[in-house]
């Protein structure tokens, strides 16, 4: 049912491919997953409501992105724009709740026992959350929502006739979306610079952010505890000026700022010309072989034109 309404539009034909069933089922094992994870910090005991003064700035984000959730879909469906509105449902519980909240909150589950009352916060917008968007997905995938729906919240006989979530102003918060909008834009920044040059997730390295603009600075003082795990950080310095960075620092640009990174604090140099003298080794060999196939006259007579312009390329 999912591939089917997914990237469609009522009236249209649609070419069936086995590999969308598959990505299909993938979406499934991620909100399994995702649940089992939630209910297992749940364990017996329920979350208490926690009130606005006690939400963390990424539980307002994502309670914020859910309630604009509810007023997107919703207008989709009854427009009959039901391939539009599972998309958002598919996008939002994939990427937003399952790759950035789960992942930022795990540092306060883990925690509990320090700050309970961080943990609860946590714990009630994790549920709340579930239970909103696995209600927006039930149209689309009926039987895994009903399972984990009733599992989560059994005060309620089915969600089926549980209350179709509605967009609130109180649920709102358009400060925490930017701020925290603005740092996973700094964090992929990062990983895309530490995934380019190799290094690996548990290396951790000192981080410089230069800016001029108050409200990047605010905000990277006020959230280094969200990012710097998600970075591997040892340290993070905001700064207005490039003073006390290396020059062989390497750099990510982000709006109003530029992160540096100390090329030793990611690189180990040693390692690192290692690696390389193994690589050049490897290319020279590969270079050799080549050279070697194309000045011989029976390789050039005998192999297929392409074989030879492969070498040659």
Not at 206 to 219: A, G, L, M, P, T
């Amino acid at each position: 049912r999912l591939t089917l309404i997914t990237g469609n539009a009522p009236g249209n034909d649609l070419r069936f491919y086995w590999e969308r069933v598959e990505s299909s089922r993938n979406f499934a094992n991620k909100v399994w997953n995702a649940s089992r994870f939630i209910m297992m910090n749940l364990g017996e005991e329920q979350p208490c409501k926690p009130g606005e003064d006690e939400l963390f700035p990424v539980d307002k984000w994502i309670l914020s992105k859910v309630n604009t959730l509810a007023k997107d879909v919703t207008e989709n469906m009854d427009k009959y724009e039901l391939g539009i509105a599972v998309q958002k449902v598919f996008d939002f519980i994939w990427e937003e709740f399952c790759d950035w909240y789960i992942e930022i909150v795990k540092v306060r589950l883990y925690n509990k026992e320090q700050d309970p009352a961080a943990a609860n916060s946590a714990l009630w917008t994790l549920k709340t959350v579930l239970a909103n968007a696995l209600k927006m997905l039930h149209p689309f995938m009926p039987f895994i929502t009903e399972e984990i729906y009733c599992t989560l919240c059994p005060e309620e006989e089915t969600v089926m006739l549980s209350s179709w979530p509605v967009y609130t102003e109180e649920l709102h918060f358009e400060e925490a979306e930017a701020a925290i909008e603005a740092i996973k834009v700094l964090v992929k920044g990062v990983r895309n610079l530490r995934s380019e040059m190799n290094v690996p997730p548990s290396r951790k390295a000192k981080y410089f952010v230069v800016s001029q603009d108050e409200n990047v600075i605010r905000r990277c003082e006020n959230f280094k505890n969200i990012y710097m795990h998600l970075i591997s950080a040892s340290e993070v310095c905001v700064q207005t000026d490039k003073a006390g960075i290396p020059e062989d620092a390497v750099s990510v640009v982000i709006p109003n700022a530029v992160i540096y990174i100390p090329l030793e604090e990611l690189v180990d140099m040693a390692k690192e010309k290692e690696r390389l003298e193994k690589e050049k080794a490897k290319l020279q060999k590969e270079l050799a072989r080549s050279n070697g196939m194309l000045k011989n006259e029976k390789f050039l007579s005998k192999a297929p034109a392409a074989k030879v312009e492969e070498e040659k390329e």
